[in-house]
């Protein structure tokens, strides 16, 4: 003790010593004997069920630590994981190969159409060929981006009320847009030439009437596949020739 007071004098001196250390370990051994060796200690009290405490290994003064219960923390598994969803494109409606095959169909008229490609409403490649071919006559130097887009939209009136007509299964308007931008693809083709020499001419009137029947020729088959409308191909024809006309009138003059 002597070393101790003589360490730091500068120190806080109190009177609680070595000794009353001693003593309070003693009355806590002594109230701890009040149960006796063979007296069940009272427990603490928990907010938990009694099997969620577990004691852990040790002597008498254990601690309870929780252990995971399934009864309390049991959750449900998610059904759908980021493996199991779509992908981005299929959400959107966007397929590729649909797209290529329909390309297809429409520059080999005398191809056959699948009518249950053709029955789906994919408004991808009309828009980018609808834009191909303002982006043309832009290149000829004619801005004509209203008239397409106007025309595309009540071409497409017309020929779904015609449709419906004629049908007996009926057609949505989404799948007359997707068959009619499809088929403007030979229009494009045509556009593109009218960017390298003038259309003004008898080459270009011929010209612009096998793309009016290419185009047309397209259109028809494919809701002729696609309605079931067989022996009218034709009639439905017809007013394609109608419109393609107009987008021909458009590209040459």
Same mark, same amino acid.
């Given at each position: 003790? $002597? ?20 003593? $309070? ?48 923390? %049991? ?31 429409? !520059? ?9 490609? =053709? ?23 004619? @801005? ?6 106007? =025309? $595309? ?11 419906? !007509? =004629?049908? %007996?299964?009926?057609? %949505?308007?989404?799948? @007359? ?74 590209? @040459?003059?």
């Amino acid at each position: 003790m $002597s070393n101790l007071g003589q360490f730091n004098t500068e120190f806080y001196q109190t009177n609680y010593t070595i000794d009353n250390q001693e003593q $309070s370990y003693n009355d806590a051994s002594a109230y701890g004997n009040l149960y006796g060796p063979g007296d069940a200690q009272p427990q603490p009290t928990s907010l938990g069920p009694p099997e969620m405490l577990l004691p852990s290994a040790g002597g008498p003064g254990q601690i309870f630590q929780p252990a995971p219960s399934s009864d309390y923390y %049991s959750q449900p598994p998610y059904a759908d994981s980021f493996d199991e969803e779509p992908p981005l494109l299929e959400e959107l409606g966007i397929n590729f190969d649909h797209i290529w095959q329909k390309t297809l169909t429409v !520059l080999n008229p005398m191809k056959p159409a699948d009518g249950s490609i =053709m029955n789906e409403t994919d408004l991808t490649g009309p828009i980018l060929f609808c834009v191909a071919l303002g982006a043309t006559l832009l290149l000829a130097g004619k @801005v004509q981006f209203g008239y397409v887009y106007g =025309m $595309s939209a009540i071409g497409c009136l017309g020929i779904h009320a015609l449709l419906n !007509l =004629m049908s %007996s299964t009926g057609v %949505s308007y989404g799948c @007359v847009a997707s068959v009619l931008g499809y088929c403007l693809l030979p229009m494009v083709i045509l556009s593109s030439c009218a960017v390298i020499f003038s259309l003004q001419g008898t080459f270009g009137t011929v010209s612009a009437l096998v793309i009016i029947a290419w185009c047309s020729l397209s259109a028809s088959k494919i809701f002729i596949s696609a309605l079931g409308m067989e022996g009218q191909q034709l009639l439905v024809a017809y007013p394609c020739a109608l419109l393609y006309g107009l987008f021909a009138l458009l590209t @040459v003059f």
